[in-house]
């Protein structure tokens, strides 16, 4: 029996990775992983990152190369921050700005905020920008 793939191809070289729903104030919340593979050919980059199972890191590895960044882009992107920063301890780790400081991610580790402006390592591949204005949080968003 042949296997369906774990990354579903968005584009080429963007892949999608769905994870489980988790409860966001009492309702259920769909997560969803965007992986980036880098035209430099060294890695890729993980936006939100989301539940990471052997089988997706493998196939992620397989499809797009050693996880180099993993950004989480709001305050609530942090659930799995972990599991992803252990499995992947030379990646570096980015948050959205307010996150490094909160409780919920204590014993996750974070490098570094994301800002306004792309991280040398994955800028000539994507842009970014703060979204900002909500009340209840700011969003980074990423153009590749």
């Not at 980036?36 to 199972?53: A, H, Q, Y």
């Not at 659930?79 to 996750?108: C, D, H, I, M, T």
Request: glycine share 10%; aromatic share 12%.
């Amino acid at each position: 029996r042949i296997m369906p793939d774990i990354l579903l191809e968005f584009a080429k070289d963007i892949f999608i990775l769905e994870g489980p729903c988790v409860a966001f104030f009492g309702f259920p919340y769909p997560t969803r992983s965007v992986i980036i593979k880098l035209r430099s050919g060294n890695g890729c980059f993980v936006w939100s990152p989301t539940e990471l199972t052997a089988e997706a890191a493998k196939e992620i590895e397989e499809k797009a190369g050693h996880v180099l960044f993993i950004a989480a882009s709001n305050k609530i992107h942090h659930v799995f921050l972990k599991q992803w920063s252990e499995r992947y301890p030379k990646a570096k780790v980015l948050a959205a700005p307010g996150l490094k400081g909160r409780n919920v991610v204590k014993g996750a580790r974070i490098d570094g905020e994301l800002t306004n402006d792309a991280d040398g390592g994955y800028a000539d591949d994507i842009d970014q920008v703060i979204f900002g204005g909500s009340f209840f949080m700011d969003e980074v968003v990423f153009y590749h």
